[in-house]
């Protein structure tokens, strides 16, 4: 049974930096892209970032490029994303997916597997 499990979320103050972990088990993890996706209250899903099977490539949506950096450790099933310079926009429970693929995807009905999110909320 695939579980993606993240953690790391919680409630910030603007400009402040958190780093999100997701772990993965019951899959080979190296077989998989990961992604971060986003949904805000009353708002649709929305991609963040994904980072290929090695790490080598990695793709960010424009709202969270500079400030949000994504990498992995095959080793220990875990991919993390690292948020920095939050702004109040950014509240969201973050969720994590697996996309079996030697590449990457910005789609989210790409994904095979996903987390059940971590929430992130930015005060003002």
């Known amino acids: 049974q695939v579980q993606l499990v993240e953690s790391g979320g919680g409630l910030v103050q603007i400009g402040d930096s958190l780093t999100l972990s997701c772990v993965g088990s019951?899959?080979?993890?190296?077989?998989?892209?990961m992604g971060w996706f986003r949904q805000a209250p009353g708002k649709e899903r929305e991609f963040v970032s994904t980072?290929?099977?090695?790490?080598?490539?990695?793709i960010y949506a424009d709202t969270v490029k500079g400030r949000f950096t994504v990498y992995r450790n095959n080793a220990r099933n875990t991919v993390f994303l690292q948020l920095s310079s939050l702004r109040p926009e950014d509240t969201a429970v973050y969720y994590c997916?697996?996309?079996?693929?030697?590449?990457?995807?910005?789609?989210?009905?790409?994904?095979?597997?996903w987390g059940q999110g971590t929430q992130v909320a930015v005060s003002s």
């Open positions: 997916a697996a996309y079996r693929s030697k590449s990457v995807s910005t789609v989210e009905t790409d994904y095979d597997y």
């Open positions: 019951g899959l080979t993890f190296d077989d998989y892209a």
């Open positions: 980072i290929s099977w090695g790490g080598s490539r990695t």
